[in-house]
């Protein structure tokens, strides 16, 4: 069963801008906080921005500033907004949703930030 499906990425210049988006099933869309991560060959992943029921957002401090965590309620979508993107962002990046018993993963989008 798929619970979330990641979308956006690409290879996108140094300042450069891209939007991910996260579909995600209906059972799981009221769950937060909702988080993207990122993750480098070799390194943990990287918690980078979470939106909470409230809609507080909490952010990375390298990305601070330059990306935005947002939702969509009536498409059951969460986004990330990337702007003025550096080389350090590239990454795989992770839609994340936890319930009490799991946490649900998406497949990951590349993201390549390359002159």
């Known amino acids: 069963q798929v619970h979330s499906v990641e979308s956006g990425g690409g290879l996108v210049q140094p300042g450069g801008s891209l939007r991910l988006s996260c579909s995600v099933s209906a059972s799981l869309f009221t769950l937060r906080p909702m988080n993207w991560y990122r993750q480098t060959p070799g390194k943990h992943r990287e918690l980078v921005a979470a939106i909470t029921s409230s809609g507080r957002t909490n952010y990375a401090d390298s990305v601070k500033g330059r990306f935005t965590i947002s939702i969509n309620n009536a498409q059951n979508t969460v986004y990330l907004q990337m702007n003025s993107l550096r080389s350090e962002d590239t990454a795989v990046y992770y839609c994340?949703?936890?319930?009490?018993?799991?946490?649900?993963w998406g497949q990951g989008t590349q993201v390549t930030v390359s002159s």
């Open positions: 994340n949703i936890n319930s009490p018993s799991n946490a649900y």
